[in-house]
Nanobody, 126 residues
């Protein structure tokens, strides 16, 4: 079991940037693939990005590719989502998730993950 806490959300203008952080509690954090998802009001939760346990591999949704970057610092038990060139369509609650296993694939589905944070709100004004 791992506890996840997101931070860094806020209000930003179109074209601006934000960096989200997800702090994890767990001695085996370096074994987990980590993902980011987002959910806009009235919409389904959607995949954003995933990173392998070592940080060597990443995968992104087409909607954010080239604008968002996922990274991690295993020494700090933290995963990040750098968001650039933000659009109003990016407005959503953002959630990080952990897969508590040592395998690697491009995990794009909610059921691939074992633990979830509480979310942090990102609002992009037009």
């Amino acid at each position: 079991q791992v506890q996840l806490v997101e931070s860094g959300g806020g209000l930003v203008q179109t074209g601006g940037s934000l960096r989200l952080s997800c702090a994890a509690s767990g001695r085996t954090f370096s074994n987990y693939a980590m993902g980011w998802f987002r959910q806009a009001p009235g919409k389904e939760r959607k995949f954003v990005a995933v990173i392998s346990s070592s940080g060597d591999s990443t995968y992104y949704a087409d909607s954010v590719k080239g604008r968002f970057t996922i990274s991690r610092d295993n020494a700090k038990n933290t995963v990040y989502l750098q968001m650039n060139s933000l659009k109003p369509e990016d407005t959503a609650g953002y959630y990080c998730a952990a897969r508590t296993g040592r395998s690697w694939s491009y995990y794009t589905n909610e059921y691939d993950y074992d633990s979830w944070g509480q979310g942090t709100q990102v609002t992009v004004s037009s």
